[in-house]
């Protein structure tokens, strides 16, 4: 999170190239972990288009600092949408990056893969709806409210909590199975 949102914002829509890296290196890590999880072919590339959105979109942008994460993953969302409707309707596989995750705290992801191997993990994803997914993908990995996945899939927050719910139930369900205790 920056300290200085509103100054770094107002730069960035004035040109600076310091302003665009600063609002670029806050959310580059947790966007490309969103999309990692979402499962496109190409990360990076992926990752490129939409920070390409966001700084040809500033001028139109209006909010603080967590619309504005929210706008981001919105971005994000539309462009793993678009990948699998250009060909790819199945998602690859792609394992989860520990040196990848930008969060401070120790994530639960990372606890998950000390017990659980990479395809075990696989195996708990691939048992939940693709909504599930999405939602526990976004508050997990891309650490949005739930108000703001609500506003990244266009549903109501009600749904997204049921979604959640449901998601980590199924997950839950699926533990004793994979061998790991509750």
Same mark, same amino acid.
């Given at each position: 999170?920056?300290?200085?949102?509103?100054? $770094? %914002?107002?730069r960035a829509r004035d040109g600076s190239g310091e302003a665009f890296t600063a609002l670029y290196e806050d959310l580059v890590r947790p966007v490309a972990a969103y999309l990692r999880g979402r499962g496109t072919r190409d990360v990076e590339d992926l990752t490129s288009e939409v920070f390409l959105a966001v700084f040809? /979109?500033? +001028?139109?942008?209006s909010g603080d600092q967590a619309q504005f994460r929210s706008w981001v993953f919105t971005i994000a969302h539309r462009r793993v $949408?678009? +990948?699998? =409707? !250009?060909? +790819? =309707?199945? @998602?690859v596989e &792609? /394992?989860? #990056? @520990?040196d990848d995750d930008a969060r401070t705290s120790p994530a639960a992801e990372a606890g998950a893969l000390e017990l659980l191997g990479h395809h #075990? &993990?696989?195996v708990l994803l691939a048992a %939940?709806?693709?909504?599930? =997914? #999405? &939602? %526990? &993908?976004? =508050?997990?990995v891309a650490d949005l409210t739930v108000e703001q996945v609500a506003v990244v899939l266009? !549903?109501?927050? /009600? +749904?997204?909590k049921a979604l959640q719910r449901r998601g980590l139930a199924t997950v839950r369900r699926a533990l004793p199975e994979q061998g790991v205790p509750l």
């Open positions: 999170m920056l300290d200085d949102f509103d100054d $770094v %914002l107002a040809t /979109g500033l +001028a139109r942008f $949408v678009d +990948a699998w =409707r !250009k060909g +790819a =309707r199945s @998602p &792609v /394992g989860y #990056e @520990p #075990e &993990v696989a %939940l709806t693709d909504d599930q =997914r #999405e &939602v %526990l &993908v976004l =508050r997990i266009g !549903k109501r927050p /009600g +749904a997204v």
